[in-house]
């Protein structure tokens, strides 16, 4: 089971905001929320809990689009973090 905290919704250097967004970590679905962008990280929060996460820029290893739907059944962006030293 994947848990998030609660989140304050980002409101600085937002450069793009992508409502009705599914987040998925792993194989488990977390719900539909809102996606930002902001100058200095990846942000997502679940519309319905208020939960959800920031990931910052240094702590990405790995993004791309991936619009195989062979790969998946849906057109999405994919996000690899890692910990960054």
């Given at each position: 089971m994947v848990g998030l905290p609660?989140?304050?919704l980002p409101t600085n250097?937002?450069?793009h905001e992508q409502p009705?967004?599914?987040?998925h970590i792993k194989d488990k679905e977390l719900g539909k929320g809102t996606l930002f962008i902001t100058e200095s990280n990846v942000?997502?929060?679940?519309?319905?809990t208020g939960e959800?996460?920031?990931l910052e820029y240094p702590h990405i290893?790995?993004?791309?689009?991936?619009r195989?739907?062979?790969a998946y059944p849906s057109e999405c962006l994919l996000?690899?973090?890692g910990l960054a030293n």
């Open positions: 609660s989140f304050s250097g937002i450069k009705h967004t599914s987040v942000s997502w929060v679940n519309s319905c959800g996460f920031s290893a790995l993004h791309a689009v991936s195989d739907l062979n996000c690899y973090a």
